[in-house]
T-cell receptor
Framework: AQKITQTQPGMFVQEKEAVTLDCTYDTSDPSYGLFWYKQPSSGEMIFLIYQGSYDQQNATEGRYSLNFQKARKSANLVISASQLGDSAMYFC??????????????FGSGTRLQVQP | DAGVTQSPTHLIKTRGQQVTLRCSPK?????VSWYQQALGQGPQFIFQ???????QRGNFPDRFSGHQFPNYSSELNVNALLLGDSALYLCASSLEVSSFYREQYFGPGTRLTVT
């Protein structure tokens, strides 16, 4: 079974509008972290936002917010006021509990966001 | 403050050859992870090094091996290259004491093409 599922291969959004990128995850570990990364065409993965499984509030970082619905196992990224520079691939990733010794990030297949002027 | 650096940027090899990729972690970081990203896919975890030892390994064959040096820099070696090894290889660094890794800093990657 896929641990991270991103069902939107591509998304379009108008400049200055908000957009939601979907991510669902699968884990039986009670302690995990969810990450969103942006990957421009240059290839570097840029960290955007993090949500811990025990965090009571949804994470926010500037124009980025994470809509964390634990019961539904979803961690959608919301980008407000889209800018042309937001055009890139976006990856959702999960890291399961340290207690098990696992430290790897598991990534989804990504969503390509294109911001139109 | 230098971020994660990787070399070379691009590399072209022939099937059956061996390749070494290099990574220098962000200043102050002591843990290095390697990921393989095939075209159009998300990165896949290869392995992680801490204190010069491989601490965790993903589902990759023994042809993939690595090393971490006392200065925390790392190498990824791939032997007997296959066409399917063509990918972007990403290095990520982090600090062990920040054990839940709020952030892993990624380098720009090495684009390997196997012909």
């Amino acid at each position: 079974a896929q641990k991270i599922t991103q069902t939107q291969p591509g998304m379009f959004v108008q400049e200055k509008e908000a957009v939601t990128l979907d991510c669902t995850y699968d884990t039986s570990d009670p302690s995990y972290g969810l990450f969103w990364y942006k990957q421009p065409s240059s290839g570097e993965m840029i960290f955007l936002i993090y949500q811990g499984s025990y965090d009571q509030q949804n994470a926010t970082e500037g124009r980025y917010s994470l809509n964390f619905q634990k019961a539904r196992k979803s961690a959608n990224l919301v980008i407000s006021a889209s800018q042309l520079g937001d055009s890139a691939m976006y990856f959702c990733a999960m890291r399961e509990g340290v207690e098990t010794g696992r430290r790897a990030l598991t990534f989804g297949s990504g969503t390509r966001l294109q911001v139109q002027p | 403050d230098a971020g994660v650096t990787q070399s070379p940027t691009h590399l072209i090899k022939t099937r059956g050859q061996q390749v070494t990729l290099r990574c220098s972690p962000k200043s102050g970081h002591d843990t290095v992870s390697w990921y393989q990203q095939a075209l159009g896919q998300g990165p896949q975890f290869i392995f992680q090094y801490y204190e010069e030892e491989e601490r965790q390994r993903g589902n990759f064959p023994d042809r993939f091996s690595g090393h971490q040096f006392p200065n925390y820099s790392s190498e990824l070696n791939v032997n007997a290259l296959l066409l399917g090894d063509s990918a972007l290889y990403l290095c990520a660094s982090s600090l062990e004491v920040s054990s839940f890794y709020r952030e892993q800093y990624f380098g720009p990657g090495t684009r390997l093409t196997v012909t």
